[in-house]
């Protein structure tokens, strides 16, 4: 019998009350425009992992809820604010510089991991200036 690639990924997470995660229609449009990118078990739209001679939809590309064991762990960790939206909903920050959502590691965090290395090097070149130039002559 042919080995699934999927079937050694560790299972899909749930809610506490036992229900999986859901996405919103712009989180789930974000989420098929991924798959479409970035998945290699997907080919025009067809699951090339549950593929038994017929060809058979991505099931993940139709609903809502987090389904596909190849989407949780291959493919969505591409696209971090997407996890973090889904997954981590009440821990989710926006970035003060492009509102991207992200899990801040501190209760201070303003910025996303891509801001937050710009801010600092302008942060730090503007001090450096301010400090140069109140240098006695």
């Known amino acids: 019998m042919k080995e699934k690639p999927y079937q050694h990924l560790p299972p899909l997470e749930h809610r506490p009350d036992g229900s999986p995660y859901r996405m919103t229609p712009a989180q789930r449009k974000r ?11 997907c080919d025009g739209g067809n699951c090339l992992a549950l593929d038994d001679g017929d060809t058979c939809p991505c099931p993940q590309m139709v609903t809502f809820s987090i389904c596909c064991k190849w989407f949780r762990w291959a493919v969505l960790p591409l696209d971090k604010a997407l996890e973090a939206e889904i997954y981590h909903r009440d821990s989710v920050k926006r970035c003060a510089v492009c509102g991207a959502a992200f899990i801040p590691h501190s209760n201070r965090a303003k910025y996303c991991e891509v801001c937050k290395k710009r801010v600092h090097r302008q942060q730090k070149n503007a001090s450096d200036r301010k400090r140069r130039w109140k240098t006695d002559k």
């Open 31 to 41: 989420a098929s425009s991924l798959i479409r990118r970035e998945c290699c078990n």
